[in-house]
């Protein structure tokens, strides 16, 4: 049967607005979308019909930057390299149904242990439980001792590197992800340091594009960064340092940059006192102004910013995603240009710009239907009470934050 919505605000996901439009779905897919008072020619008959006054109708969210398995606790990483893969597996279905549940329909994860992330995105499009529509990178790659290694493939080396991307292919990774500098969540190194030489990262990016894969990076020093996009990185994760020549390096090779501010807010907001190691906050409060700094200098150059939360880590839980969305204006993202990055772009990062992350006829029905108008007021995303429905693929799975299932 036919699904006609009508009568509310269409935010298409391409940064266009249809007001009093209405939405006609056919199993999984838009077949109509337009504005009163032109309708569709089905009989209303025949369809199933609902009234959307006061709400607004956008694509599900994208977040192109979580971590499925981990648990926002106080030292999340630790957490997740010390459980069994059994207790992950049952942290990692609760996270994914609460991420779907308010309203983040696709999400990029960025590293996993022990391949759980991969049995876990196969369930889920197995309709064994539910969640959103999960693109996973499988492990981590890393310099031995490198950012991540509690739960990475270790790596040194250009052929050690292309035997770990290799590994990642062969467990049916969806993409690969390196980390060419250090991080705040892991206690050795600076997130400044060089922890990946371009060799390695060539032959690594270079064997993940021969299998057609795309490549992401996590990355917060200067010199790494160069050295991943010289080498052909698809995406930057973070980019706390970027300076005039790097960022027009990004701008030249069409490279994506994924904030993920939120983490670094929740780290320095809740701090010690909450458990989290002193060395962590430190790092965070300490690269955040210039963090901050250089992804607004990269927006003001048109840089492709895109929308990713690095939700699982410490008090960053799954399933309030779209917080990001408020922190992603800080560096100078309007309402508008926030869910364009949380919908067409970040779909168009994932290479998926043909099936979701857009409100048009053929395009998958991800849609995600809320109370008011987010553009005014973007808080209404962050509220379940605030989420009148969820759709995926046609189907209703969530209201009011909570799962139909």
């Keep these: 049967m036919k699904h006609l919505m009508k009568n509310g605000r269409i935010l298409d996901g391409c940064g266009n607005t249809i007001e009093n439009g209405w939405l006609l779905i056919e199993g999984e897919r838009i077949a109509g979308v337009g504005a009163a008072p032109r309708m569709p020619g089905e009989p209303v008959s025949s369809c199933e019909v609902t009234d959307l006054a006061g709400k607004t109708v956008m694509p599900g969210l994208i977040d192109g930057h979580v971590h499925i398995c981990f648990d926002a606790s106080a030292d999340a990483g630790k957490g997740a390299a010390g459980r069994s893969d059994a207790a992950l597996a049952f942290i990692a279905a609760r996270n994914a149904a609460r991420t779907l549940a ?14 759980i992330n991969l049995s876990l995105r196969d369930a889920i499009h197995a309709c064994q439980i539910p969640g959103p529509r999960i693109l996973s990178a499988a492990h981590n790659i890393c310099m031995t001792g490198g950012h991540g290694w509690q739960f990475g493939r270790e790596a040194d080396g250009p052929d050690e590197v292309r035997r770990a991307v290799r590994e990642q292919m062969r467990a049916g990774a969806d993409l690969i992800k390196f980390m060419c500098t250090g991080g705040t969540l892991t206690k050795t190194g600076e997130p400044g340091q060089t922890q990946f030489t371009e060799e390695e990262l060539r032959a690594g990016i270079e064997e993940a594009h021969k299998a057609g894969l795309k490549t992401a990076t996590h990355a917060k020093g200067i010199e790494g960064t ?7 990185i698809d995406t930057v994760e973070h980019g706390a340092m970027l300076d005039d020549e790097l960022i027009e390096w990004i701008l030249k090779r069409g490279v994506y940059v994924v904030p993920t501010l939120t983490a670094g807010a929740h780290i320095i907001e809740k701090g010690t006192a909450a458990g989290i190691p002193e060395w962590a906050v430190e790092k965070a409060r300490r ?6 700094e250089s992804l607004s200098k990269a927006r003001k150059a048109g840089v492709k910013i895109a929308f990713g939360t690095d939700a699982g880590t410490p008090f960053n839980p799954h399933g309030t995603n779209a917080s990001e969305l408020l922190h992603i204006q800080e560096i100078g993202l309007t309402p508008a240009e926030a869910l364009i990055a949380a919908a067409s772009r970040n779909a168009e990062m994932l290479g998926l710009q043909d099936r979701i992350g857009t409100i048009a006829p053929g395009f998958i029905a991800d849609l995600l239907i809320v109370d008011g108008d987010p553009l005014a007021d973007m808080r209404v995303l962050t509220d379940s009470e605030k989420i009148h429905a969820v759709f995926q693929g046609g189907r209703k799975v969530a209201e009011k934050g909570n799962l139909i299932w």
């Design 287 to 292: 690269f955040r102004p210039m963090r901050l």
């Design 102 to 115: 308010s309203g983040v329909t696709t999400v990029r994860d960025l590293g996993g242990k022990n391949f």
């Design 226 to 232: 160069k050295y991943a996009v010289a080498a052909g």
